[in-house]
């Protein structure tokens, strides 16, 4: 049984397909106080089956999705991801702040104009150290992308987050960096210093990127460097607010 069970099988049980719920009452399913980074950080709420994240497992694993959050009032909505028409109360929607991977912007003159852009991280695995002493970077697609470098090492998480019209390549100059390439140089240096002290690496690429526009959707085209810098951004600021170590510079 894991620490947030309780949660997953008060969803399951639901018959609604949302849940309206205050972090109080979240406190009385689970039998204990959420921790404060729950207070603190949106993306402790993130939709996420990310390390470290075994809250969202609770909710995923019933089938569930948190669709909206305001941590000054200190409520979340849960939405049954398998329902249909699923009808959120209007106020929520106009007063929704800007989430993790899941982004809700509205118009100033038409509230009800809204678009909601969503991204999803794919896993693409661990950078290791081979042979002669260089980093082993995971096999990568050829093509556009925005990347993340999950750097963890006694316990704290650093990130790096970039994007690039051809992943692979720009992996291979973080094995082998230029003399004038000094990012490069560093995130290198990084990265090996992790490794050699028993710390991991990870690579992790944007695997779907959307925007909903009222009833439309549009699949985002990574070919366009404005899409990929749109989502380098989002993805920076979500790392902002979990708490990361930010390598960007």
Not at 211 to 225: A, E, F, W, Y
Request: with cysteine.
């Amino acid at each position: 049984m894991g620490k947030y069970s309780a949660l997953r099988d008060h969803l399951e049980a639901l018959d609604e397909n949302h849940w309206k719920a205050t972090f109080k009452d979240i406190e009385e399913v689970l039998g204990f106080r959420l921790p404060q980074s729950a207070r603190n950080y949106q993306a402790w709420w993130a939709n996420q089956r990310t390390e470290g994240h075994v809250q969202c497992r609770s909710w995923l694993d019933a089938g569930w999705e948190t669709y909206w959050l305001n941590l000054e009032s200190e409520k979340v909505t849960f939405v049954n991801v398998d329902s249909r028409n699923v009808r959120v109360p209007a106020e929520q929607k106009r007063s929704a702040e800007i989430g993790w991977t899941d982004v809700l912007l509205e118009s100033e003159t038409d509230p009800e104009n809204l678009f909601r852009i969503k991204f999803a991280w794919s896993r693409l695995g661990n950078v290791l150290i081979d042979g002669k002493e260089r980093l082993l970077f995971p096999k990568t697609p050829f093509r556009p992308s925005v990347y993340r470098l999950t750097i963890i090492i006694d316990g704290q998480r650093s990130v790096y987050v970039g994007e690039t019209d051809e992943i692979s390549r720009r992996l291979q100059h973080y094995r082998t960096p230029g003399i004038t390439q000094r990012t490069n140089q560093r995130l290198n240096s990084l990265m090996m210093k992790a490794l050699n002290e028993g710390g991991s690496v990870e690579v992790s690429v944007i695997e779907r990127s959307t925007v909903h526009m009222g009833n439309s959707q549009i699949n985002l085209d990574m070919d366009s460097k404005y899409i990929r810098r749109l989502f380098e951004n989002l993805a920076i600021v979500n790392e902002q607010q979990a708490g990361a170590v930010l390598l960007n510079q």
